[in-house]
């Protein structure tokens, strides 16, 4: 409500049935602008106009002059939506129409046994909240045990780790946590490779230690799969 209306039906309250020179005397509002006042709130349904030489008006009482500044402001709101309903509508077929890019999912190749553990480091150096790892080779548990450590004591982040027998056996795990084993029928090809997930986000995924070639991507699908796996009690049995 602007100023001068506020002021007017606030000294309407305490001096009613009055002119509206006599409000241009109480309230200090100029006689060219009181009008201005005086005819916005009879529009919001805030005041009675008593038709005379000169007019008398008459405040309308809070609860009735509020309900009815409700009402007003309601209605408006409910013409806004109406129009912006209409707008969407006529926007909507206009951007269905439009041709939409296909979304690419990037992925990069990493090579050679040196680079592969490099970027596994920075990974695991990265990750704040979950790191999930399956670990085919004891090279590759070597050469990011200490990785893995300092992630989960100094930064607590959360370690899933799955491994062959081979690597369990042949490294010091203690450091680590719980440690699962790859176990299921159809864990011989997960064998032959190892991932990297860290924070549902990126996946690294080392399809053969010995040609030295890894694979880097942010598929959401894929790593979810590959998350999926970890979970299954049957494919990687929990041996501490």
Same mark, same amino acid.
């Given at each position: 409500?602007?100023?001068?209306?506020?002021?007017?039906?606030? +000294?309407?309250?305490?001096? $009613?049935?009055?002119?509206?020179?006599?409000?241009? %005397?109480?309230?200090?509002?100029?006689?060219?602008?009181? /009008? /201005?006042?005086?005819?916005?709130?009879?529009?919001?349904?805030?005041?009675?106009?008593?038709?005379?030489?000169?007019? &008398?008006? @008459? #405040?309308? #009482?809070? %609860?009735?002059?509020?309900?009815?500044?409700?009402?007003?402001? +309601? =209605?408006? @709101?409910?013409?806004? &939506?109406? =129009?912006?309903?209409?707008?969407?509508?006529?926007?909507?077929?206009?951007?269905?129409?439009?041709?939409?890019?296909?979304?690419? =999912?990037?992925?990069?190749?990493?090579?050679?046994?040196?680079?592969?553990?490099?970027? !596994?480091? *920075?990974?695991?150096?990265?990750?704040?909240?979950?790191? *999930?790892?399956?670990?085919?080779? $004891?090279?590759?548990?070597?050469?990011?045990?200490?990785?893995?450590?300092?992630?989960?004591? %100094?930064?607590?982040?959360?370690?899933?780790?799955? !491994? +062959?027998?081979?690597?369990?056996?042949?490294?010091?795990?203690?450091?680590?946590?719980?440690?699962?084993?790859?176990?299921?029928? +159809?864990?011989?090809?997960?064998?032959?490779?190892? !991932?990297?997930?860290?924070?549902?986000?990126?996946? @690294?995924?080392?399809?053969?230690?010995? =040609?030295?070639?890894?694979?880097?991507?942010?598929?959401?699908? @894929? &790593?979810?799969?590959?998350?999926?796996?970890?979970?299954? #009690?049957?494919?990687? *049995?929990?041996?501490?």
């Amino acid at each position: 409500m602007p100023t001068h209306e506020a002021l007017t039906y606030v +000294t309407l309250l305490a001096h $009613p049935n009055i002119t509206a020179g006599t409000l241009c %005397k109480e309230t200090g509002i100029p006689d060219s602008k009181i /009008y /201005y006042a005086l005819d916005g709130l009879s529009k919001k349904g805030m005041l009675i106009v008593q038709k005379g030489n000169p007019n &008398i008006y @008459l #405040p309308m #009482p809070p %609860k009735d002059a509020i309900a009815n500044l409700k009402q007003q402001l +309601t =209605e408006r @709101l409910n013409e806004k &939506i109406k =129009e912006a309903d209409v707008l969407a509508d006529m926007l909507t077929p206009v951007y269905e129409s439009a041709a939409k890019p296909e979304e690419l =999912e990037v992925a990069y190749i990493v090579r050679g046994q040196k680079n592969i553990i490099n970027r !596994m480091k *920075t990974l695991i150096a990265t990750a704040r909240k979950e790191i *999930t790892i399956f670990i085919s080779h $004891p090279a590759v548990l070597n050469g990011v045990k200490g990785s893995l450590t300092e992630a989960r004591e %100094k930064r607590r982040v959360k370690l899933n780790i799955a !491994m +062959t027998r081979e690597a369990f056996e042949k490294e010091d795990t203690s450091d680590l946590g719980k440690i699962r084993l790859l176990s299921c029928s +159809t864990s011989q090809s997960v064998e032959s490779l190892g !991932m990297l997930i860290t924070d549902m986000s990126t996946l @690294l995924t080392l399809s053969d230690w010995f =040609e030295e070639v890894a694979m880097l991507t942010q598929d959401r699908n @894929l &790593i979810r799969v590959c998350r999926e796996y970890y979970d299954n #009690p049957v494919c990687c *049995t929990e041996v501490r």
